[in-house]
């Protein structure tokens, strides 16, 4: 029998298609159909400004706004040739950080709701309010941030910020280990998780899986540790890595990564360097509000970018980040003017939605809302 | 951090463990190459860009046994029209390298990489749903992001932004 699942399914986290060939209770076949919520913002990005495209990569993955701005504004400076201020540098990182708590705990709550534990989606909600507080605090943005800019951030963050995140740093671990006494030792999780839609490391490989995917397969790769990006070099942190390679082990990777996330937290605020936010580059880099209204120079600056954009030197990069989900790429094309020639964006989830018909075929139909929420996909991201 | 030229003199990046992988492989594999940016990119012959991959992914000094990414880029109205990049990632190594096929406008078609790994069915699906190039040998090359019955290749860069209406 052909099941259709989706796209207006609870469990299949947005607008997700599933054709499944099932016998019974058994999946024979699985065949996602995507892109029900394509936007075509590669293209959109063509006809805008470098610095008119940051509000776009927000919307692409809307659970790790601050990780999309990070990975285009990488690129970008890559191909430019700036160097970004230390302090900017660690600012990104502790957001990147708080993103990645905010995206996981949305993925704790669905996920384990999916399940039938209804209790811990109440729990996650809870501190992922206080985090969309302080990205709303920091960027005036609950969701949709555009924080980051090509070189450097957009403002200083307000008084009270950095109080705020240590006090959120200093409480969240006691709250991970209310999500872990109501999931981890529970046999009814364990049921439900433990051997369920297994891959092995070789074929997560093979199908482009990455993130805690391809770690809960026992692959030890994580961008941050081993091809670093705006210091992470200085930060010290374990990557969970679990070998089972079941909806289990991508649980345990994903919680251990909470607790991890929230110590390169406080190392950032610990460590915060003292300087400017902003690159000094005044082509590129919008002048100071108060120099603007005395200074003639900055003023020309202020003007010249916003009607004219900035040129970028002819050339193409990609460049990766560890989003939560996994391995997130930009390839940017600059045929040197002030528009990018072509921006395309590498999804860490279309290719981890590959690996859900190797997970699932051959077991049970139940299972298959497990798998989906263990591979944590977001369909802006896969649709874009 | 001051730009500095992009290396594309073809003797002098022979150091690099792909491009010497390659070369020793086959001389006419390897159009061109370029080191820009910390980057490496290899211009592939395309009738040659499976077997490239797969010397790639088996080399023991190599290692690159991730696709990380299969994209297109339009030069329209340059001519070769197109070009599929390829990014190859080696987990072991933590190295990068850009593989890049130039195709003609007229029907654009290149070998699939879905033997080589099976990660390549939906990026390939996206380049021909996206730019109308085709893959041979994909098992399921059909539309992906648009609907199925759209005209036109919307990345294509004689694609208005608004669409035809």
């Known amino acids: 029998m052909i099941l259709n699942m989706g796209p207006q399914h609870p469990s299949t986290h947005g607008v997700l298609r599933l054709l499944l060939e099932i016998d019974g209770e058994n999946v024979v076949r699985i065949m996602p159909d995507i892109g029900f919520l394509h936007t075509g913002i590669e293209k959109t990005c063509e006809a805008k400004f470098y610095q008119q495209v940051v509000p776009l990569t927000d919307r692409i993955d809307y659970l790790c706004p601050m990780t999309n701005n990070l990975c285009y504004v990488l690129a970008v400076e890559k191909l430019l040739g700036l160097e970004i201020p230390p302090k900017a540098q660690w600012l990104r990182v502790l957001l990147n950080e708080l993103t990645r708590i905010n995206s996981h705990l949305v993925w704790l709550g669905t996920h384990a709701m999916d399940i039938g534990a209804m209790t811990v989606f109440l729990y996650c909600f809870r501190e992922r309010e206080e985090i969309l507080r302080m990205f709303e605090m920091v960027s005036g943005q609950r969701m949709m941030t555009s924080y980051f800019r090509v070189g450097g951030i957009a403002l200083e963050p307000p008084l009270g910020f950095f109080d705020r995140v240590r006090d959120f740093a200093g409480y969240f671990p006691e709250k991970v280990d209310e999500y872990e006494n109501l999931l981890t030792g529970n046999p009814i999780w364990g049921m439900r998780t433990k051997g369920v839609a297994t891959i092995s490391a070789d074929d997560a490989i093979a199908l482009g899986a990455s993130g805690p995917t391809l770690r809960g397969s026992g692959v030890d790769f994580d961008l941050r540790r081993d091809m670093p990006y705006s210091s992470y070099e200085k930060f010290q942190f374990k990557v969970p890595v679990a070998q089972e390679g079941d909806v289990f082990a991508r649980y345990m990777c994903r919680v251990l990564e909470l607790r991890q996330s929230i110590s390169i937290v406080r190392q950032a605020l610990d460590g915060m360097p003292e300087g400017p936010i902003k690159a000094n580059a005044p082509k590129v880099v919008l002048p100071d509000r108060e120099k603007m209204k005395t200074e003639m120079e900055a003023l020309i600056y202020h003007f010249k970018i916003i009607t004219e954009g900035f040129a970028v030197p002819a050339g193409e990069v990609y460049q990766a980040v560890e989003s939560p989900r996994g391995e997130m790429g930009y390839y940017v094309v600059s045929d040197g003017t002030a528009k990018p020639y072509r921006v395309h964006m590498r999804a860490a989830c279309l290719a981890n939605l590959q690996a859900l018909p190797k997970m699932c075929e051959g077991r049970l139909l139940a299972d298959v809302v497990a798998a989906i929420g263990s591979i944590d996909i977001v369909l802006g991201e896969i649709d874009r | ?165």
Not at chain 2, 29 to 56: N, Y
Not at chain 2, 85 to 99: A, C, D, F, M
């Open chain 2, 1 to 165: 951090m001051a730009l500095t030229p992009a290396v594309t003199d073809l003797e002098s990046l022979k150091g690099h463990p792909a491009v010497a992988r390659l070369l020793a492989w086959n001389t006419a594999v390897v159009q061109q190459a370029k080191f820009d940016r910390g980057e490496m990119t290899i211009f592939i012959e395309r009738g040659s860009i499976r077997e490239a991959c797969l010397v790639l992914r088996e080399d023991p000094v190599c290692e690159f046994n991730f696709l990380s990414d299969v994209t297109c880029v339009d030069w329209y109205p340059a001519e070769p029209r197109f070009e599929i990049v390829y990014h190859l990632l080696s987990i072991p190594n933590k190295e990068r390298v850009r593989l890049k096929v130039r195709l003609n406008s007229a029907s654009p078609a290149v070998e699939s990489l879905t033997s080589v790994w099976p990660a390549a069915n939906y990026f390939e699906r996206e380049v021909f749903d996206l730019f109308g190039v085709r893959f041979n040998g994909h098992p399921y090359l059909r539309r992906i992001l648009m609907p199925e019955d759209w005209e036109g290749y919307p990345l294509r860069k004689d694609y208005p932004v608004e669409g035809y209406r």
